[in-house]
Nanobody, 121 residues
Framework: QVQLVESGGGLVQAGGSLRLSCVAS????????MGWYRQAPGKQRDFVAS???????NYADSVKGRFTISRDNAKNTVYLQMNSLKPEDTAVYFC???????????????WGQGTQVTVSS
């Protein structure tokens, strides 16, 4: 079994910054893509950013230039640096990871429990 645990959420004023962290633990053989998604009240879960094990990144248009995703492969950890935050960034942020749990080439997708980010105007 694999667990993803997010931290770093909170309340911040518009224009401020937060840094989210997500640590993966458990039966991990290797991790491919790690990413962040967010879900505002009454809305669907949306893609925010992703990063491959090689460091290639992808961002939603709404966060480009403001958010930066990074990872520490040795620590099985992914980060999301969020700058110039806006009230519309308010959501529960979820970490995700594509994990291989053994030598067989089978990948499983895992989610964290989410961390609340609230941006006040």
């Amino acid at each position: 079994q694999v667990q993803l645990v997010e931290s770093g959420g909170g309340l911040v004023q518009a224009g401020g910054s937060l840094r989210l962290s997500c640590v993966a633990s458990g039966s991990i053989f290797s991790i491919n893509i790690m990413g962040w998604y967010r879900q505002a009240p009454g809305k669907q879960r949306d893609f925010v950013a992703s990063i491959t094990s090689g460091g290639s990144t992808n961002y939603a248009d709404s966060v480009k230039g403001r958010f930066t995703i990074s990872r520490d492969n040795a620590k099985n950890t992914v980060y999301l640096q969020m700058n110039s935050l806006k009230p519309e960034d308010t959501a529960v942020y979820f970490c995700s990871a594509d994990v291989r749990t053994g030598p067989r080439p089978t990948w499983y997708h895992y989610w964290g429990q989410g961390t609340q980010v609230t941006v006040s105007s």
